[in-house]
């Protein structure tokens, strides 16, 4: 704790205390803000905008570019896992009326396949 250092890295990178170091202190009943580094507090986060910030210049100002063009690698892109979100906007035409539960055996309503007083219950 003593030298802000962490297995996972975090500790180092981010120069706050990660998940690990919090644990350690709530057990060793140490205070975690002396282990924040300045750089967060709020005069440091005020000293940003004490500077002037020039607005960025229309596109027709800009220089043009002789460099490589650079082209994304589609191997390398990440598939989402699961089903795709439908991006669809709903509306009251899209409400569905609740029918109520149909008999996959007797189509009767009322009641399921489960509990049809028609179906053959053979007793284990």
């Known amino acids: 704790m003593t030298e802000h250092t962490c297995d996972c890295g975090l500790f180092q990178s981010l120069h706050y205390p990660c998940r690990h170091a919090l644990a350690a202190c709530a057990a060793a009943n140490?205070?975690?803000g002396y282990f924040v580094d300045p750089m967060y507090t709020m005069t440091s986060v005020f000293k940003v905008y004490?500077?002037?910030?020039?607005?960025?210049?229309?596109e027709k100002m800009w220089h043009p570019w002789y460099g490589a063009r650079l082209k994304p690698n589609s191997a390398m892109r990440k598939k989402a896992s699961g089903r795709s979100v439908s991006t669809r906007i709903r509306n009251e035409m899209d409400a569905i009326e609740r029918a109520e539960k149909r008999c996959g055996l007797c189509r009767r309503e009322g009641h399921t396949r489960r509990r049809c007083p028609n179906a053959s219950h053979s007793d284990p």
């Open 50 to 58: 004490e500077r002037k910030f020039s607005p960025i210049p229309d």
């Open 30 to 32: 140490i205070e975690w």
